[in-house]
């Protein structure tokens, strides 16, 4: 028997692949009532995971896909790079900073190698492979679990290497933000350890492209309220420009390259 959590996800993959589900099919499916399900779609829908209809759900457009780190590296590239180098200019000489994994990320710590006496923190193999170039720095891995898709380390292991750290800031990347949902990726364990990484850091600075707006992983991370700066890109939604205003986040906007 799956968890309620386990068949939303079989729930959400579902209908992105099928377009639309039904309430009775579902429950036969997963051998419960069609009252849990019905539970489980409103549940989908207010997290803009799905959109209820009539006898059941269909497919909402605005669901990121994820890609892999191959994938990833190649979309949006020049943007990623422009919101890198903002990113590294709030980066203080001396600091203690951790990179959450990502290809923005990535490229983050290839605007490093100038930091002197850095301490960086990362669960992306590809970062830690990237920051090794620098004599400069001291470079932590968390250790864990290696996702070979996204090349994150995730697990048990991982949070504990975090347990009695304290950082001056984390660079978060993430697969979808939403008004509603807040920040969330796709994949459980890297919520839980994203989660953890804002807990014990003093700024949480969110770096993302203005494809994420609107978008939403399966996993939530944290609310919008949690951001302290959000470094994205000229395109971003007026809507989301108002709603961080009222938030009283500090917004940077760089200009996006075909602008």
Do not use: W
Request: charged share 30%; glycine share 6%; hydrophobic share 35%.
């Amino acid at each position: 028997m799956l968890s309620t959590i386990e068949r939303r996800q079989e729930i959400v993959n579902e209908t992105n692949k099928l377009g639309k589900v039904d309430v009775a099919e579902l429950a036969e499916k997963y051998q419960v009532s069609t009252v849990t399900i019905r539970n489980d779609l409103n549940s989908l829908d207010k997290k803009n995971l799905v959109i209820r209809s009539r006898g059941g759900a269909v497919v909402n457009s605005r669901i990121a896909k994820e890609l892999s780190v191959r994938e990833k590296h190649c979309e949006h590239l020049l943007v990623k790079q422009k919101l890198a180098h903002k990113a590294a200019s709030l980066v203080n000489d001396g600091e203690s900073i951790i990179l959450d994994s990502g290809t923005t990320t990535e490229e983050i710590a290839k605007k490093l190698h100038c930091h002197k006496d850095l301490m960086v923190m990362t669960n992306g193999l590809n970062i830690a492979t990237e920051l090794a170039v620098s004599d400069d720095n001291t470079v932590l891995m968390t250790g864990g679990t290696l996702r070979k898709k996204s090349l994150s380390f995730y697990g048990r292991q991982a949070e504990v290497s975090l347990t009695n750290l304290r950082f001056d800031k984390v660079f978060l990347g993430v697969d979808g933000i939403d008004e509603k949902a807040g920040l969330s990726t796709h994949f459980e364990h890297e919520a839980n350890l994203n989660r953890m990484m804002c807990e014990i850091s003093k700024e949480i600075i969110v770096v993302t492209d203005s494809s994420k707006f609107n978008r939403n992983g399966f996993y939530i991370i944290n609310s919008i309220d949690s951001i302290d700066t959000l470094i994205t890109d000229s395109r971003i939604p007026a809507s989301f420009i108002e709603h961080l205003k009222e938030k009283r986040i500090k917004l940077i906007i760089v200009p996006h390259p075909d602008d």
